[in-house]
């Protein structure tokens, strides 16, 4: 009797007729298809979770990457203000004269008719020269260097004197290129 199994000892002890056990094996059977589609649905439903969560995260994301962004075209905006300002409070007012000032802006070779003076200023690095809108404007040497240290696209010409090194050797160092020399 210990091979049989519980059904088939019901029956023979005549506590459950054959209807009775049918009955018993088919709720087993739809519980047991109960559980297993529990079972699926639960992981489905995880899997959704985890597909939803993820989702969330790549918007967070988006979404900071989209904010950042923004941030960074406002502080730009900002800067441009802060040197247009900087260039409209400091402008030199250029003195027309019959010197001609070559310079590139945009590998464009480019004229500007100044003064003996202030020709002479923007060839020493006491002038900068800027362009603002389509218009070259003339400013302190300091000015274009503050400007230049936020955003460079702005500066046409800001000569520095820089002090090479000396050759010993050199056969033209008796030979110094002048500071105005036209080109």
């Known amino acids: 009797m210990a091979g049989k199994s519980l059904q088939e000892q019901l029956l023979g002890a005549g506590i459950v007729d054959k209807k009775k056990a ?21 992981q489905e439903e995880e899997a959704r979770k985890r597909a939803l969560q993820r989702q ?36 030199v007012d250029k003195q027309d004269g019959d010197v001609a000032y070559n310079f590139t802006d945009n590998k464009v070779v480019k004229k500007m008719y100044l003064s003996d003076a202030m ?13 603002l809108e389509g218009e070259y404007l003339l400013t302190p040497a300091a000015i274009g260097e503050k400007i230049a240290e936020k955003d460079d696209s702005y500066i046409l010409v800001l000569n520095t004197k820089s002090e090479e090194a000396l050759d010993e050797d050199d056969p033209y160092a008796e030979f110094v290129i002048p500071d105005d020399l036209m080109w």
């Open 22 to 42: 049918k009955k018993i094996k088919a709720e087993k059977l739809q519980n047991k298809q109960k559980a297993k589609k529990g079972q699926l649905d639960t």
């Open 56 to 91: 969330k995260e790549e918007k967070v994301e988006k979404d900071k990457q989209l904010n950042l962004e923004r941030q960074k075209e406002l502080e730009k905006k900002a800067i441009a203000g802060q040197i247009r300002q900087m260039i409209i409070n400091n402008k």
């Open 119 to 131: 020709h002479k200023e923007l060839s020493e690095g006491k002038l900068s020269l800027l362009v």
